[in-house]
C-alpha cells in the first residue's frame, strides 16, 4: 500500500536554528513528491514539486531535497513567520493521486 | 499562483440537513478539480475527483450518494453533503488543476470547516 510517513510531527525551533523535517515515502512508481506549507484554518500552499533522485530545490530559507526513499526539508535560520505545518505528499503511478502526509507542525519562537 | 476559492467558509448546521460548498477557480480553467477532508492533526484525504462535464470519481470509502459532487463548468465544483451527521464535521478542501497532467499543479482552496450539531 502507497504511504507517505512525515516526522516529527511536531517541532519547536528557535529563531536562526536550523533543522529538517523528513517525508519517508512506500509508492510504486513516484512521479513527483511536493512540499505545502498549511496554515490553521487554511488550504495548502503549493512549495516545491521533487521529481527525480538527486533534485534539489530552494525558496528563501527552505530547501528540499530527494532521495528514493525520503524527502527532507531544511530549513536555515527559521523566523517567526515560517511557523506552519508543512505537509508532504507523494504521486505514484499506480494511483494517480497525491497521497499526503500527516505533515509537521513546526513552531519558531523569537 | 493561481486562486482557488470556497465558500462557504464555515458553515453550522443541523443533523439531517444538507449542506453545499462552492468551489470556485477565480483566473483559470479548471479541467479537474478534487475534493479532500481534513480531519484534526490528520492528513488530507482524497474524497473525490471531478472532471468538467463528466461524473466524479469516488475514492473507496466514500459514499457517493451521500457526498455530491457537481463540476458543471470550468470554474466551479459544488459538494453538497446530504443529510449531515455529527461525524461528518470536518475541514472541507477542494482543489484545481488547469490541466489534465498529473504534472500540472493543483490550487488548493482556503477550506470550509463544517460543524454538525
Known amino acids: 500500500e502507497d504511504q507517505v510517513t512525515q516526522s516529527p510531527e511536531a517541532l519547536r525551533l528557535q529563531e536562526g536554528e536550523s533543522s529538517s523535517l523528513n517525508c519517508s515515502y512506500t509508492?510504486?512508481?513516484?512521479?513527483?513528491l511536493f512540499w505545502y506549507r498549511q496554515d490553521p484554518g487554511k488550504g495548502p500552499e503549493f512549495l516545491f514539486t521533487?521529481?527525480?533522485a538527486g533534485e534539489e530545490k530552494e525558496k528563501e530559507r527552505l530547501k528540499a531535497t530527494l532521495t528514493k526513499k525520503e524527502s527532507f526539508l531544511h530549513i536555515t535560520a527559521p523566523k517567526p513567520e515560517d511557523s506552519a505545518t508543512y505537509l508532504c505528499?507523494?504521486?505514484?503511478?499506480?494511483?494517480?493521486?497525491?497521497?499526503f502526509g500527516t505533515g509537521t507542525l513546526l513552531a519558531v519562537q523569537p | 499562483g493561481a486562486v482557488v476559492s470556497q465558500h462557504p467558509s464555515r458553515v453550522i448546521c443541523k443533523s439531517g440537513t444538507s449542506v453545499k460548498i462552492e468551489c470556485r477557480s477565480l483566473?483559470?480553467?479548471?479541467?479537474?478539480m478534487f475534493w479532500y477532508r481534513q480531519f484534526p492533526k490528520q492528513s488530507l484525504m482524497l474524497m473525490a475527483t471531478?472532471?468538467?462535464?463528466?461524473?466524479?470519481?469516488?475514492e473507496q470509502g466514500v459514499e457517493k450518494d451521500k457526498f455530491l459532487i457537481n463540476h458543471a463548468s470550468l470554474t466551479l465544483s459544488t459538494l453538497t453533503v446530504t443529510s449531515a451527521h455529527p461525524e461528518d464535521s470536518s475541514f472541507y478542501i477542494c482543489?484545481?488543476?488547469?490541466?489534465?497532467?498529473?504534472?500540472?499543479?493543483?490550487?488548493f482552496g482556503p477550506g470550509t470547516r463544517l460543524t454538525v450539531l
Open positions: 482543489s484545481a488543476r488547469g490541466g489534465a497532467d498529473w504534472n500540472n499543479e493543483q490550487f
Open positions: 509508492v510504486s512508481g513516484l512521479r513527483g
Open positions: 521533487l521529481y527525480s
Open positions: 505528499a507523494a504521486y505514484g503511478g499506480a494511483t494517480n493521486k497525491l497521497i
Open positions: 483566473d483559470f480553467q479548471a479541467t479537474t
Open positions: 471531478s472532471n468538467e462535464g463528466s461524473k466524479a470519481t469516488y
